[in-house]
Every structure is written in C-alpha cells, then in structure tokens.
C-alpha cells in the first residue's frame, strides 16, 4: 500500500492512475450505463407487455359475460395465444361457460390448456380441482384420480377428498369413498363441507 507524505502526492497518485486506467474506466463507464439504460428499457417493455395482456384479457372476458357474438372465438384464440397466467384464467372463463351449456368434453380441453399454460402452483390446483369434478361427471374416474394428485396445497386437503371419494364411489370403491370422506372431515373441512361429506358417509351400505 502506497504511503503518501502529502496531499500532492495523493493528487498525483490519482493522476498517474487515471492516466494509467483511464480507458478501461471509460468503457466501463460506458458499459455500465449502457446496461442501465438496457435494464430500464426492458422493464419498461415488460410493464407495458403485461399491461396490453391485461386490457386484451379484461377485453376478451368481457366480451364473454356479455355474450358478444364471436366472443367464445375470441377467448379461445386469447387463451391460445398467451402461454400465462392470463391465458390460463381465460381458459378457466371458458371452462365454465362450457360446462354451463353442458358440454363437458370442451370445458375439460379449455382447462387442459390452462394447465399447460401457466406455473402458477395455486392457480394450476383451482385448475385441477376444476378438471378432476369434470373427469368425475365424464365417468373418467382414473383420469380425475391422477388429476387430484395434482393437487398442491393443504387448503384444497378437503375439496380433494371431496372429489376423490367420489371418483371411488363410481368405481365401486365404497371403502375407500369412505376413508377419503372420513380424512377430508378430519382436514379442516369447512362445516357445510364436512356437513357433506357425512351425509355420503351416511348413505353409504357397507
């Protein structure tokens, strides 16, 4: 380490090491504020990528609930076209639309497409759960099996024993509809849900 006897000689020390270093200073200047500049433009580029993503998603909804002609086409193609979480939530819009005209086969492939769409660990289980009652309606009871294991979270603990007893129950699996009913009352349930549960318990001959 260098001793200086006085202020000049710190002034001139600097001075040799600016000459000595002044270009690589300068091009990292240079590359410093460059990637600066580079870093807030992309930020910017993002915020307003996901701002059009979601005024082209509030736009296609509304389009639904309003019941626009052409509007379950345009959800579609939004849901298709956008591999987020945005896209996800336009196929879980129309999931439901379909299962309100009963027709089950296109509800379940919307959400199918959601699943794929998002890695959303929340928002992927609303999903499954979705998905596996539609499976349970469809008699794909093996299907809805393997969905709810799917499932993540301690929350959905009692929607999925809920569901799985009853995917059980279509496959003659009385025994374990009851022990999947007897653990989702254990899990928390909500009191209507537990309510439920017991009743099926209850009407259950074994």
Do not use: C
Not at 46 to 51: P, V
Not at 69 to 85: G, L, M, P, V
Not at 148 to 166: H, M
Not at 180 to 200: R, V, Y
């Amino acid at each position: 380490m260098e001793i200086y006897e006085n202020e000049n000689d710190q002034v001139d020390a600097i001075k040799r090491f600016f000459a000595d270093n002044g270009k690589a200073l300068a091009v990292g200047v240079v590359l410093g504020i460059g990637a600066l500049v580079g870093w807030r433009f992309w930020n910017s580029h993002q915020a307003d990528n996901a701002r059009e993503i979601s005024q082209a998603y509030e736009s296609a909804i509304s389009a639904l609930q309003a019941g626009k002609q052409d509007s379950y086409a345009a959800a579609e193609k939004f849901a298709a076209d956008n591999k987020n979480s945005y896209g996800a939530l336009a196929s879980l819009e129309l999931a439901q639309r379909y299962v309100e005209k009963n027709d089950l086969q296109k509800a379940a492939a919307q959400l199918q497409q959601g699943l794929a769409a998002t890695d959303d660990e929340n928002l992927k289980s609303m999903i499954n759960v979705r998905l596996a009652r539609i499976q349970v309606q469809l008699k794909q009871q093996d299907a809805a099996l393997k969905t709810l294991d799917a499932v993540k979270g301690e929350s959905w603990s009692a929607i999925v024993a809920d569901l799985r007893g009853e995917a059980l129950l279509s496959k003659g699996d009385k025994k374990g509809a009851r022990t999947a009913w007897e653990n989702g009352i254990k899990n928390n349930a909500s009191p209507a849900l537990s309510e439920m549960m017991q009743m099926k318990i209850n009407n259950l001959s074994i």
